[in-house]
T-cell receptor, first 112, second 114 residues
Framework: DTEVTQTPKHLVMGMTNKKSLKCEQH?????MYWYKQKAKKPPELMFV???????INESVPSRFSPECPNSSLLNLHLHALQPEDSALYLC???????????FGQGTRLTVV | AQSVTQPDIHITVSEGASLELRCNYS??????LFWYVQSPGQGLQLLLK??????LVQGIKGFEAEFKRSQSSFNLRKPSVHWSDAAEYFC????????????FGSGTQLTVLP
């Protein structure tokens, strides 16, 4: 299984809502990542988890809260988002110490 | 800090023609280099990677790339483009160290004419 599965595929939320994005992989990877991608732009790294511990936070606003409950799952909790947070959110995984990352299909988030 | 430059924002080729997408990188150590492809609204799929060894690497879907250290380049090529190759292509460089991460170029949009 070489897949990274993200749910939901699409999400529309209001600025006062709380929602979560979910990412799952069963490749035995112990590094997992969240990226944000705006239209016509490259992915931008948000968070890196290594062995279920947060190792990189790229100065992301606190309205985004990551969580890695186990080695296969990665969540991104969303609260009080702004319309400019609308984007494609991509999850990826890799072996720790390797750059070859496998990406999910993404969650298209729209904040209204 | 590492960086990647993709000089061509948009390239148009006819189906069956050859393709070359340019990528230049800046990184102080031995680079780990990647090409990813992204169809509209989709995730990124790895086409090929270079870590070390043979400077000409083969990937999926008939793509290849050549690492040239003297030119700091890692250009992607395909001898004959298919209509299904139309997509966004990203070159990326990976950092070394315990907390690995990818830095992407700005991307090249490929249009394929029938």
């Amino acid at each position: 299984d070489t897949e990274v599965t993200q749910t939901p595929k699409h999400l529309v939320m209001g600025m006062t809502n709380k929602k979560s994005l979910k990412c799952e992989q069963h490749m035995g990877h112990r590094a997992m990542y969240w990226y944000k991608q705006k239209a016509k732009k490259p992915p931008e790294l948000m968070f890196v988890y290594s062995y279920e511990k947060l190792s990189i936070n790229e100065s992301v606003p606190s309205r985004f809260s990551p969580e890695c409950p186990n080695s296969s799952l990665l969540n991104l909790h969303l609260h009080a988002l702004q319309p400019e947070d609308s984007a494609l959110y991509l999850c990826a995984s890799s072996q720790v110490g390797w750059n070859e990352a496998f990406f999910g299909q993404g969650t298209r988030l729209t904040v209204v | 800090a590492q960086s990647v430059t993709q000089p061509d924002i948009h390239i148009t080729v006819s189906e069956g023609a050859s393709l070359e997408l340019r990528c230049n990188y800046s990184y102080g150590a031995t680079p780990y280099l990647f090409w990813y492809v992204q169809s509209p609204g989709q995730g990124l799929q790895l086409l090929l990677k270079y870590f070390s060894g043979d400077t000409l690497v083969q990937g999926i879907k008939g793509f290849e790339a050549e690492f040239k250290r003297s030119q700091s380049s890692f250009n992607l090529r395909k001898p004959s483009v298919h209509w299904s190759d139309a997509a966004e292509y990203f070159c990326a460089v990976g950092t070394s160290g315990s907390a690995r991460q990818l830095t992407f170029g700005s991307g090249t949009q490929l249009t394929v004419l029938p």
